[in-house]
């Protein structure tokens, strides 16, 4: 869903170049620890962003956490709009309030010395590969933080901007567990993560230019051309340049129907039928009344109503 000096001499890129051979010593599996579930998300680790609203787990992006960020790189909603929905279809969470994420089998391969190539090639591996997408990714990343729960977590690419976990202590987040732990109560908290690897990696000015060749380069690495990384954001900033600001309360609304079961079909800000028949079965089942005509809009207190319904869930199943 940055690349400062040395880990670019380790990585090469975000995703991660095909690592170099290394030695392959007998496998010691590390096993994940395995504490008791928090009773809630940790205290925002970021100056102006806070999880005490009443969804805890997969809370929508917000006005604050945008204009945040747009004045620290100093670009519009547009730019950020254009990598966040190039990199993970512009939504941080699947509807079972998980981050996306994506295993990378070949960044494990090169964390854990290669030990795991042999026996598990499916996740340990010097070529990339194996992907699934969507919540498919979880059990690969399960089945290798079985075997080094660390490791697995630096292995793969996480939430709405798709940050790399190798990257999180270079972006001043202490632990990769911690940084994974933030990117699980907001996309507010996706963002900070997005803003601050731009920034350490000098990716301001490319991003700001729309140099989307010097900006996916180092974004997604030097083989960005074969996935035509750079052609997929200069059409992504062709449409959000010329549309409208996004609404965000509606696309939050958007993003806590799924969380509930009510499919909007898709995660937009834009009104459409599928917004309006989820939004319409939503308040229907909560005894809301409607205008004669039907919705034809976000009503005043629905947002409210959603959020305070989603807080009201358990905290969603966490695998790792």
Request: net charge neutral; aromatic share 10%; no cysteine.
């Amino acid at each position: 869903m940055g690349f400062w000096d040395f880990l670019k001499s380790l990585f090469g890129s975000k995703k991660g170049p095909s690592p170099q051979p290394g030695p392959s010593p007998a496998p010691t599996p590390t096993p994940a620890p395995a504490p008791a579930p928090p009773p809630g998300p940790p205290a925002s680790s970021s100056p102006g962003l806070s999880v005490s609203g009443p969804v805890r787990y997969g809370a929508a992006l917000t006005a604050n956490g945008l204009e945040r960020v747009k004045a620290r790189l100093g670009v519009g909603e547009a730019e950020i709009w254009t990598v966040l929905t190039v990199e993970a279809k512009g939504v941080g969470f699947m509807p079972s309030r998980l981050p996306y994420i994506l295993y990378e089998r070949h960044i494990f391969s090169k964390e854990t010395a290669r030990r795991y190539d042999e026996s598990h090639p499916d996740i340990s591996n010097r070529q990339p590969g194996g992907y699934v997408g969507g919540a498919g990714e979880y059990p690969r990343i399960v089945k290798a933080a079985g075997l080094d729960y660390v490791a697995a977590l630096r292995s793969a690419s996480w939430g709405a901007a798709q940050v790399m976990g190798f990257n999180a202590p270079g972006l001043e987040y202490p632990s990769v567990e911690v940084f994974v732990d933030r990117l699980r109560t907001s996309e507010d908290e996706h963002l900070e993560s997005f803003m601050r690897f731009i920034v350490l990696n000098g990716l301001t000015a490319p991003l700001k230019a729309h140099d989307w060749r010097g900006f996916a380069k180092i974004y997604n690495g030097p083989n960005y051309e074969a996935g035509g990384y750079h052609t997929k954001l200069a059409n992504a900033y062709a449409k959000f340049s010329s549309a409208p600001s996004m609404n965000l309360d509606l696309r939050a609304a958007q993003l806590y129907l799924g969380y509930l079961g009510y499919d909007p079909k898709g995660i937009d800000g834009l009104w459409g039928p599928g917004t309006k028949g989820a939004l319409t079965a939503f308040l229907t089942a909560h005894g809301q009344s409607l205008p004669p005509g039907g919705l034809t809009g976000l009503p005043s207190g629905a947002l409210d109503l959603l959020a305070a319904e989603v807080g009201r869930l358990p905290p969603p199943a966490w695998p790792l």
